[in-house]
């Protein structure tokens, strides 16, 4: 156990991509935590994917021990936050265990959407903040520029701020001195019962689920019994342990520090992040305050392309939802695509990883349906009715009106490219709150219907902008707006999947967006094949696809029979990416692309 007055916990904020894991791998390799030899780049960040897309997911912990130029020796305990939007949560739950944050900001760049976002966090939860200049070994480096624009935009001090490259090294030794000098200690009690907060947990195949957890008052020892205060359920902890970063076990934890427990959990599910731990008996009176769970927002459908998979996609989405409690999901039977499952997610990034997880790690081709938020439908009858899948509208005669989640989006872009992004954000129904400037940066805020924004709003906003705008958003809540919803037929058939919510007055010009897109999609056939866009029975929009006869061997005539065959068997093979509706194929992707919108 450490004493408090040397132990020192804190987090790293940072926009995307400003060198936040760069700077945590340093932090280790200068203090000796992990020999060189077994330093790989971006340690912290576990999972391939995480690695593949260069993005942090999971909270991630690293225990650091460090003598100061003082001569005193110090546990270091950073708490590693993810960047993105989606993520927001995490960031908020892991700030409340630490005291001070490095606010790290790329100097070639200056400050992004997430540095506010994340900085402000930091902020309600009281932390002492040191800023941070990373990249100075880039020759765009700007320094004075940077740290105006904290004090400007932020209202921090600035002047003493730490320049540092994480790549060559440079300023990591003034970084850890400002952690040790700068930063509080944390403050606890040794003598109270045990009161410690959950962080965050995940399944581990060895270990059933792990626990991460700060100590606040008391002490967490092995062998003991514990209960966590949401649900008075008892565990019996059987490890205790802190991450270096790999686990090493330990035989207790005291006030102020942060590591892990083991109770044979079997999941993650039955661990609330932000529960208090305390013990069996004459524990902590008074629990910790302020945490909820996070709540899924985006919702789509997910289903194998080939459904005799529907069994190995049920167990994929068991074993994932084993480890991610934010991610729920039901089972959903989809008159085109058939037997599948309609999933919730934070956000479209958190889409995107279980999408990719489950086609990489088990191998399963999915069909995802377009992601929808939840809507409010507030039934004649006065019943409210939660919609998560276009599909389930009930009789709009039935319906009283209808309200859709809005956000407060927070814009940074360069000055030159405010004007599409204004545009951008008029387009999808946005109503402009706020436009400041920071330098040559203009930052806007615009409420905003999510609806408009889950789907592509992110890609839009990064090609008008040449990727030079920053995007955060946060829920506001709901309000009533003219929603209808649009169905598209295929052949006279209606697909399910393609059924949207959208506003009234943008319906028809959706609807034949949409039309024209599935034109293009959709292979010919030997028949003519009608489009349509409809509401209700009333069709909006109409495209006709020509017959034609698809003879793709007819250039290899007299040819090579070898050819021929191939050709025939790489069909054969893009066929397997379709699905059939009545007596047409659809290709996998005309469910997302038909959805994208140019403006
Ligand atoms: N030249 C230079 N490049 C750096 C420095 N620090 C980080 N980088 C690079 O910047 C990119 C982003 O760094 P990361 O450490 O992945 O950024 P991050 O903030 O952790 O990003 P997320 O984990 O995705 O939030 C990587 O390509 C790094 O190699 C630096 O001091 N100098």
Redesign the pocket.
């Known amino acids: 156990m450490t004493d408090l007055a040397h132990i020192r916990n804190f987090s ?1 904020v ?12 340093r932090l280790i390799q200068e203090t000796g935590t992990v020999k060189d030899r077994d330093m790989k ?2 340690l912290l ?1 576990s999972m391939d994917i ?1 690695r593949e ?4 997911i999971k909270a991630n912990t690293v225990r650091i021990d460090y003598t100061a130029d003082n001569g005193e020796a110090y546990v270091l305990n950073l708490i ?1 936050t ?3 939007v989606d993520f927001a949560y995490e960031v908020s739950r892991s700030m409340r265990a630490v005291e001070g944050s490095l606010l ?1 900001v ?1 100097s070639t760049q200056g400050v992004e959407a997430q540095t506010l976002a994340n900085v402000y966090q930091a902020i309600d939860a009281d932390h002492e903040i040191v800023p941070v200049l ?5 020759p765009a480096s700007d320094c004075d520029r940077v740290a105006e624009q904290i004090e400007d935009v932020i209202g921090i001090d600035a002047t003493d701020a730490i320049q ?5 090294g ?1 300023g990591i030794h003034e970084t850890l001195e400002a952690i040790v000098q700068q930063l509080p200690a944390p403050q606890g009690n040794l003598d109270a019962p045990l009161k410690a907060m959950l962080v965050d947990s995940w399944y581990d195949a060895y270990l059933g689920v792990i626990v991460l957890v700060r100590i606040m008052d008391g002490t967490l020892k092995k062998g003991m019994r514990v209960k966590f205060m949401s649900n008075n359920t008892l565990h019996h902890v059987d490890r205790v342990g802190v991450f270096r970063p790999e686990m090493e076990m330990v035989d207790s934890l005291g006030p102020g520090e942060i590591g892990f427990l083991t109770a044979s959990i079997k999941q993650v599910r039955d661990t609330r992040v932000g529960d208090t731990i305390t013990n069996d008996r004459n524990g902590t009176e008074e629990a910790l305050t302020g945490f909820k769970p996070a709540q899924p927002v985006v919702f789509c459908g997910l289903f194998p392309v080939d459904s005799s998979e529907f069994e190995d996609l049920r167990d994929a989405i068991d074993k994932l939802a084993l480890n991610d409690a934010s991610f729920s999901f039901e089972m959903e039977t989809s008159a085109a695509l058939g037997f599948g499952f309609r999933c919730g997610f934070l956000g479209l990034l958190h889409l995107e990883v279980i999408r990719d997880r489950i086609e990489r790690e088990y191998d399963i081709e999915l069909i995802t349906t377009a992601p929808s938020v939840i809507y409010h439908v507030y039934m004649k009858d006065g019943e409210m009715i939660e919609l998560h899948n276009p599909a389930d509208m009930p009789d709009p005669s039935k319906v009283d009106h209808i309200e859709e989640p809005r956000i407060k989006a927070t814009i940074l872009v360069p000055d030159e490219f405010l004007g599409d992004v204004l545009k951008l954000c008029q387009d999808r129904r946005g109503i402009q709150m706020d436009l400041t400037y920071a330098g040559s940066r203009a930052m806007v805020v615009y409420d905003l219907p999510l609806n408009e924004v889950v789907f592509d709003f992110y890609d839009r906003l990064k090609s008008v902008t040449k990727g030079y705008a920053s995007f955060d958003y946060q829920m506001t809540g709901y309000t009533e707006d003219a929603l209808v919803k649009m169905s598209v037929l295929v052949n006279d058939e209606p697909v399910d999947a393609l059924s949207t919510m959208v506003h009234r007055d943008r319906a028809e010009m959706r609807g034949r967006a949409m039309c024209e897109k599935l034109k293009d999609l959709i292979p010919r056939h030997m028949f003519k094949i009608p489009i349509q866009a409809a509401i209700g029975g009333k069709v909006i929009a109409r495209e006709t696809l020509s017959a034609l006869r698809k003879d793709v061997t007819a250039k290899c005539y007299g040819g090579d029979a070898t050819r021929k065959r191939k050709l025939l068997d790489k069909q054969k093979a893009g066929k397997k990416k379709m699905r059939q509706f009545g007596k047409v194929d659809i290709p996998q992707e005309a469910f997302i692309s038909a959805l994208k919108m140019d403006s």
């Open positions: 790293i940072a926009h995307i991509d400003h060198g936040k894991s760069t700077l945590a791998d780049e971006q960040d995480e897309r260069g993005i942090t590693d993810p960047g993105h790290v790329d990373n990249k100075i070994d880039l540092v490259s994480a790549k060559t440079q």
